[in-house]
């Protein structure tokens, strides 16, 4: 049977009370991931799967036996592996990774936006004097409300929540910074309540990267390099902060989204949706204030400001935050440079998938030119609305190209691969069974005779090696020093190691440095990228043998053997990326790091003096002799178990000569993106694109009063909600369908699986979305009508 990951990268626009739309769309997403989970692990434990409403609530069991429904072309998983959000977005993207991570549930962060994001709860307390003066214009804010808002507002509610905001301090943020972070921290603490230890929604071997953006009001001062002057220093805003977790080993996940870490994600949280004037901006002082009064400990504070913001005890209390959207409402970038090194376990599909609640409005034919703003207008859209709406066109040209040149490597590899076998083939013995030692021994030979055959060539392809892990080494050795001004460094560093390794290229007799053995013990003892793209070719091969055509000289491939081939290899590549982090190195190499860099800082001359003692101490560390046996064992013996005995060979033969594909695919991508070689595709979630139950003239609640509509009323709340469950739903299912297979599914299939799930959200929210249930019976009556055939029958199953 054909495994397929539907792997999932999701960007978050920010949108302010739109964030309660996009907390639905979470919702779903969670569901779904959640159901292809279940089904999969209990099939990999040998158990009968039935549509048993006590395994899994309404909404999962529904899109389990959608999965179920496709199971007969391919058995599909779900994974998230990269989220990025801006202000609500990344609100929302913190939660929805937290329960990713630790497959926890998102009822508490309903419920914080369901009942706290009101004007009336988030409104900062007002001294009594400043309330009974504004009292007295009371008349004149009815006036306004009534004569200028008479056609939008027609709620009550909202019409006196407004009323009593606008009576709010003047000149002073409206909403409290400290009632939100208790809030979220409330919320986090909640998800807790129903953890399951060792639970994780990421697969084992695998990883999630979460992005939030924020923007730092004071700045940074970066120095660039020029010719005349030296240099120009610019204030950098943007802050993107990383927050990752790994799915190690079974059991145990490396994540930065546990209990010990909710008090820099709550802080993440309230930093990026600092919406300006609204609410004020976010301090580490502020945050600390709540987590005294409520007895929590800040237990990793120092490590996170260093790590994410580049703050000391000393500097902290010189930085405020504000809202994310400033400065990238739209983090498509951050997924983008991270979605391609994602490692899949099976055939993979790749989508990125972004959540915008406000689409642009198609133009209409006939509209006459807009006309000229004034003042304020001009001010309020230069400072707030145009940089909200930066265009995302350059970066989906962006993932395009990398599309392109994921196709393109796909073919250059396909054309290289008879030559590449042809080439190894004589260095393979014919009847012999290959050992361990003879695998290393013909990779070694296969590698001095691709670099012999390159000629001059080799001359540009060693030179790139050399800048590229010089570039590698000077980052993290500016990590690892641990000093505040190290990242304003790595250019000067970067200069000393190249020069290092210059020299050792002017003292080789071998004039291109092919063999010159000072050259080669460097690259075997660092070149960890090097060894990264050699298993990710190995890893292209073994994608290969999923596909099979009845008829073929080869037996029908052994899928799991397969997925279980490609994990040891994924587990290889965690073993080598982990070389690159700082948090792999002991004393005595951050020691060293220290000094180097302290001098390097000071102008000493001494500094060139200390590039050999930290490049043999990382040799030490990173111990790249051990892997490559360990490697070389996994593709003579493990591999032999695993694979018939042609596709065994066909694989060996692959990582034996990857020497030749390197030099002939690295000096043009000069990256290290050797991945699954797949193309990327974009889909939408939007109130528009979601068709199924789409009606002429809808829109969100929370789109009117400039996106805060929905803080103005419970109702709006609940109906932008519940719709963002809805077109998260009616988008997932397409989504699936198209990962695995236009045509897989009879249309009448379709519809029912489609009717099953809405009727399935609907009735989890009916008995707790109490202000509306008029919207509710209305959205039951147009399921019903639109898929008649169908609606019954979901409700028997």
Known sequence: MKEIELRLALVLYGGV?????MHGVSREILNLVRASSFRLDRKSTNQVQRADSQELPPVQSAYRDLLDL???????????????????????????????????????????WLKNADVTRLARPQNGLSRYLKISISPVLDQLISSRLDKQIESAETREKLRLFMQARWFSPPFSGERFIGWMLDACQKMEQEAKPGRSLIPRGQ???????????????????????????????RRILKFHAAHRTPGYVDSQFDRENIPELVFAARATSSFPGAFPPATVAEMERVLADQNLNWRHKDAFLARGLNLTKDTMGQHCFVDGSVVMNKPFAPVIDVIQDRPAAREVARRLIYVDPAPVETARAGQGGAELPGFFRVILASLAHIPRNEPIGDDLMELERNNRRSRWLSQLIDSASPMVDQAVFGLLPKRRQVTTDLLSKCRRQATVAAFEQAGFAFLNYQSLKLHSLADRLAQLTARLSG???????????????SDHFNQMTAASKDLLGRTDPHIV???????????IRRLRVAIRKLNGFY??????????????????????????????????NDRFFGGASRELAKTFLADLEAGSSAAHEHVEPLLNS?????????????????????????????????????????????????????????SEVTEILVDRISPRDATSLY????????????????????????????????????????IVLSAAGEGTLPQPQVNQARARIFLAVLEEERGKLTEIPEEIERIDALVRSIFPDFAHVAEEV
């Not at 609640?701 to 109906?719: Q, V």
Request: hydrophobic share 40%; glycine share 8%; aromatic share 10%.
């Open 618 to 674: 990382y040799v030490q560390m990173m111990g790249l002799a051990d892997l490559d046996r360990l490697q070389d064992e996994l593709f003579s013996e493990r591999a032999r178990d695993l694979l018939d005995k042609d596709r065994h060979m066909s694989l060996m033969r692959s990582y034996i000569g990857f020497g030749f594909f390197d030099l002939i695919t690295f000096p043009v991508l000069q990256r290290n993106d050797f």
């Open 483 to 497: 000093l505040e001004h190290a990242r304003g460094q790595e250019e000067a560093l970067l200069g000393l190691i």
């Open 207 to 237: 990883t999630l990267d979460l992005f939030v953006t924020i923007t730092d009001y004071n700045g940074v001062k970066r120095r660039i390099h020029l010719d005349d002057p030296d240099y120009v220093e610019e204030w950098d805003h």
């Open 70 to 112: 496709l199971s007969s072309v391919a058995d599909i998983r779900v994974v998230v592996d990269s989220i990025a959000g801006a202000s609500a977005g990344g609100v929302n993207g913190i939660m929805l990774a937290r329960a990713l991570a630790h497959d926890l549930p998102l009822d508490s962060h309903s419920e914080m």
């Open 695 to 734: 009606t002429e003239g809808f829109d969100l609640k929370g789109k009117s009063l400039n996106t805060f509509g929905a803080f103005f009323n419970r109702g709006w709340r609940e109906h932008d909600y519940l719709w963002g469950r809805l077109n998260a739903a009616d988008r997932l299912v397409s």
């Open 521 to 531: 013990a460097l690259l075997r003892g660092l070149d960890v990228d090097y060894r």
């Open 547 to 580: 596909h099979y055509r009845p008829g073929e000289d080869l037996p029908p491939p052994d899928t799991a053997s397969l997925d279980q081939m490609k994990a040891l290899l994924y587990e290889q590549i965690d073993h080598l990326g982990w070389r690159w």
């Open 17 to 21: 009370s739109l964030a309660i739309y």
